[in-house]
């Protein structure tokens, strides 16, 4: 079946730090592709997505590119910051949407 | 005009009893869904139901049953609670494109604790 892997957190880094929170997926048609944020006590926001290969899905400075041979969807950020701390999700839509396990990130001012 | 609201935030409960977790969207989706998020933080899918249809149930006890009166809602009802079923319960809806789903909007949650 279909499924979503990310790598296991917590990721911890200094502000202005490099982000990348690695995904890959794999799927028997061509999923969309999302990242999404949960940020404490909150719901799940949707960061960005991407809906066939090569495509790049950014938003707030985050950027993913939909990489179908090597089925991969990276999270990447050139600089994080405090609030950037979060819980991140990939995911992939398929005939549901499902989500990877979830990677904690804090960021140290 | 919250776009997925869900009701009530927490709910503390003991074991043994029956309790419904309420859920409404205004954004015109056909899709709804119930996920449960546990400490871990991982999100599994419970139901999805398409215009009142139930298409998705996967493996749930049966005590946890869905009922969607209208697309715009769709209620979870919970007998005889354990202590297990302790989690935090989303509720999210999409629109459906080509037979497929779009993103998914989510509720804020609801914190169910069984004492």
């Known amino acids: 079946g279909n499924s979503v892997t990310q790598m296991e957190g917590p990721v911890t880094l200094s502000e202005e730090a490099f982000l990348t929170i690695n995904c890959t997926y794999t799927?028997?048609?061509?999923?969309?592709l999302f990242w999404y944020v949960q940020y404490p006590g909150e719901g799940l926001q949707l960061l960005l997505k991407?809906?066939?290969?090569?495509d790049k899905g950014s938003n707030k400075g985050f950027e993913a590119t939909y990489r179908k041979e090597t089925t991969s969807f990276h999270l990447e950020k050139g600089s994080v910051q405090v609030s950037d701390s979060a819980v991140y999700f990939c995911?992939?839509?398929?005939?549901?949407?499902?989500f990877g396990k979830g990677t904690r990130l804090h960021i140290l001012p | 005009d919250t776009a997925v609201s869900q009701t009530p935030k927490y709910l503390v409960t003991q074991m043994g009893n029956d309790k419904s977790i309420k859920c409404e969207q205004n954004?015109?989706?056909?899709?709804m869904y119930w996920y449960k998020q546990d400490s871990k933080k991982f999100l599994k899918i419970m139901f999805s139901?398409?215009?009142?249809?139930?298409?998705i149930n996967e493996t749930v006890p049966n005590r946890f049953s869905p009922k969607s009166p209208d697309k715009a809602h769709l209620n979870l009802h919970i007998n005889s609670l354990e202590l297990g079923d302790s989690a935090v319960y989303f509720c999210?809806?999409?629109?459906?494109?080509?037979?497929?789903?779009?993103?998914?909007?989510f509720g804020q949650g609801t914190r169910l604790t069984v004492v």
């Open positions: 991407a809906t066939k290969a090569d």
């Open positions: 954004l015109g989706h056909d899709t």
């Open positions: 999210a809806s999409s629109q459906v494109l080509r037979s497929l789903p779009t993103e998914a909007f």
């Open positions: 139901y398409n215009n009142k249809e139930l298409i």
């Open positions: 995911a992939l839509s398929d005939d549901k949407i499902i």
């Open positions: 799927a028997t048609g061509y999923p969309s």
